[in-house]
């Protein structure tokens, strides 16, 4: 299986900040990578996909980067619905995995 | 709008057989190239993928879980089931299933969730 190691696993920031998440790839997956927000009691919700590719309704604050092995989930101006949990998930290779997640918390 | 919603035991014990259902409302399950699939989250833990069921019917397993899993579907009721045997509580969880997408070759886009169902397994 490919591995999907993120860091940091916690972090806080204040509403206006720049927070940036990276997910490794335990080999390269191209630019099959995706990225979920998870609020507490809610199913994840898909936000990136194809590394880059914001889904549907997603606002623009949200961006993704990277390829083969390195990636990065980038919010710009936090705002305060944005501190949820984020996985990263690769879909390259079968089963799809994911990483072990980020809790993003109020400073 | 699409909607899923989960159904099954909340509670079961040790080497009993899980039987979950999927319903879904606002698309066909026999939609052509859809897939349709489930997920797993231990409580505090991250996401796990069960196994998927396609459009034609043609099932995709974990191969972690493949020994025990089956995945079915009934179009007359437009639901796909999970059917897991031999529990433990290392399968204690919230399950959820989810419409996949496609994109560019994957089908491994997780774009619409049910609310999930937490499972716990115990004696």
């Known amino acids: 299986d490919f591995q999907m190691a993120q860091s940091p696993s916690s972090l806080s920031g204040s509403v206006g900040d720049r927070v940036t998440i990276t997910c490794r790839a335990s080999?390269?997956?191209?630019?099959?990578l995706n990225w979920y927000q998870q609020k507490p009691g809610e199913a994840p919700k898909l936000l990136i996909y194809?590394?880059?590719n914001l889904q549907s309704g997603v606002p623009s604050r949200f961006s993704g980067s990277g390829s083969g092995t390195d990636f990065t989930l980038t919010i710009n101006s936090l705002q305060p619905e944005d501190f949820a949990t984020y996985y990263c998930q690769q879909s390259y290779s079968t089963p799809p995995t994911f990483g072990q997640g980020t809790r993003l918390e109020i400073k | 709008q699409l909607q899923l919603q989960e159904s099954g035991p909340r509670l079961l014990k040790p080497s009993e057989t899980l039987s979950l259902t999927c319903s879904v409302s606002?698309?066909?399950?026999?939609?052509?190239?859809?897939?349709w699939g489930w997920i797993r989250q231990p409580p505090g833990k991250t996401l796990e993928w069960i196994g998927s069921i396609t459009y034609s019917g043609y099932t995709y397993y974990n191969p972690s879980l493949k020994s025990r899993l089956t995945v079915s579907r009934d179009t007359s009721k437009n639901h796909f089931s999970l059917r897991l045997t031999s529990v433990t509580a290392s399968d204690t969880a919230i399950y959820y299933c989810a419409r996949q997408r496609s994109d560019s070759g994957t089908y491994f886009l997780f774009e619409t969730w049910g609310q999930g169902t937490l499972l716990l397994v115990s004696s």
């Open positions: 194809g590394t880059s």
């Open positions: 606002g698309d066909s399950i026999t939609t052509d190239a859809s897939y």
């Open positions: 080999q390269s997956i191209k630019n099959y």
